[in-house]
């Protein structure tokens, strides 16, 4: 999920200050994807800078110093477009253990299996936190947060599945793996 994006989605319920965007991001997310403030605030100057958000109360400032954002009907309608737009494989990020994978496979002199058994208990235990925080969510819980933590257990239990298939085929007889 872009941050750009999200903060525009949170926006859409109503004006925020930088602080509350941030709150609210990580409370969506189930605290898995933490914000920087300084990351919120300079995402909040580009939307800005391309229309998409406006200083509420004309860019004054509370008695604090705060100042509100409010989404701008450009921005709605970015919004709308990005909820419209299927995610495609292509703009996910590139996956490391994948990749560190396939490096192991093709360097000489790196036990794989190894790399495969450090991964698979890294994955274990990550799953099992993410089990115990699961149930750890309370019935008030709200329903992002709840499908944000069975997302990340949906791809550990992939990702073992993955590790397996990995195993299987470094198993076969050197003539059948390429």
Known sequence: MSVRHGLLALLSRGPRYGYQLRAEFEAST???WPLNIGQVYTTLSRLERDGLVARDDQGDRDEQGRVRYAITPEGRDE???WFAKPVSRADRPRDE???KLAMAVTTP???VAAVIRAQ???TMRGLQELTRAKRSLDASAETAQRLVV???I???EAEQRWLD???TVLARPSEENP
Do not use: P, Q
Request: aromatic share 4%; with cysteine; hydrophobic share 40%.
């Open 165 to 167: 298939h990995c195993e």
């Open 30 to 32: 189930a605290t898995t």
């Open 97 to 99: 253990l994948v990749i």
């Open 154 to 156: 949906f791809h550990a």
């Open 120 to 122: 698979r208990s890294a």
């Open 79 to 81: 919004l709308g477009r």
């Open 109 to 111: 002199g790196v036990d």
């Open 150 to 152: 069975e997302s990340m």
